[in-house]
């Protein structure tokens, strides 16, 4: 074999091992800096993927002795976006003995315990409630900030099976819109119109209407949370701004037309 040959093939074959050197370098690379199984869990739920999320952490607690409280968090908030309330409330209150000071765990695990309540009889209904409201209220005592709290002890007050609260659900509603006014108003106003509380509902969507001007969508549900509670005069006044600022929008005009005529033009 000449040298230039002898060469070449011995400078390929230095190439080709470095390559496949770098490529495993790369691969133990990617392997290192991927994201853990719980982190993409949690970006899958955060995105609304529940499926795949529940895939990614359900392994992670598999072991009757798992100490990994955030992963055990995480499957019950799972559960409880599922309405599978008995299972949330055993994983969350898991969590919860693991780490009896964290706030949001303590508050997830409230509205588990809410839910179980109000799919439950009797006695437990009550038991259920009572464990439900001072899961929230410490939450809220070791989280005083959060607004979260906030509007899940207004949730609690609008839809306990111990009887509504409706001033409780309005200060806590106050309370959250006081420490984040731009996030909190929209779910406010629709847990409020699910609760049939058609007055805070209408009050959170006119603050969300508010700061965020350009949907028209926002004052067509202050509309209609006006008609639902028979106040048609002001749904029409209402729906006729929408129209002015809105021109074309089929909601409204759609509503608009199915309205009785004016009170005055009946006359």
């Not at 000449?2 to 390929?12: G, S």
């Not at 006014?181 to 969300?208: I, N, Q």
């Not at 209609?224 to 002015?244: D, G, I, K, Y």
Request: negative net charge.
């Amino acid at each position: 074999m000449n040298a230039p040959h002898f060469a070449m093939k011995h400078t390929l074959l230095l190439a080709a091992l470095l390559a496949s050197t770098c490529h495993a370098f790369a691969e133990d690379d990617d392997a290192f800096f991927a994201p853990s199984p719980y982190v993409q869990a949690i970006s899958a739920f955060e995105k609304n993927d529940i499926a795949t999320a529940e895939k990614l952490v359900t392994p992670l607690v598999a072991d009757p002795a798992c100490t990994d409280a955030d992963a055990l968090a995480l499957l019950g908030r799972i559960r409880l976006s599922q309405k599978r309330s008995d299972e949330a409330v055993a994983s969350l209150a898991r969590a919860v003995a693991l780490k009896p000071d964290h706030a949001s765990f303590l508050t997830f695990l409230g509205l588990a315990l809410l839910d179980q309540a109000n799919a439950s009889e009797g006695p437990a209904r009550t038991e259920l409630a009572t464990q439900s409201f001072s899961r929230l209220t410490r939450a809220a005592e070791l989280a005083p900030t959060n607004a979260e709290i906030q509007m899940a002890l207004m949730r609690y007050h609008l839809t306990t099976p111990t009887g509504k609260n409706s001033e409780a659900a309005w200060r806590h509603a106050d309370e959250a819109n006081r420490l984040d006014p731009l996030s909190t108003g929209y779910d406010m106003a629709e847990m409020a119109e699910r609760a049939g509380e058609l007055r805070l509902a209408e009050k959170y969507y006119r603050v969300d209407a508010a700061n965020f001007p350009v949907s028209p969508w926002l004052p067509f549900c202050v509309a209609r949370v006006q008609l639902a509670r028979s106040a048609t005069e002001e749904a029409r006044a209402t729906l006729t701004e929408v129209l002015q600022r809105f021109p074309g929008f089929g909601p409204a005009k759609q509503m608009l037309d199915g309205l009785p005529p004016p009170l005055a033009a009946t006359k």
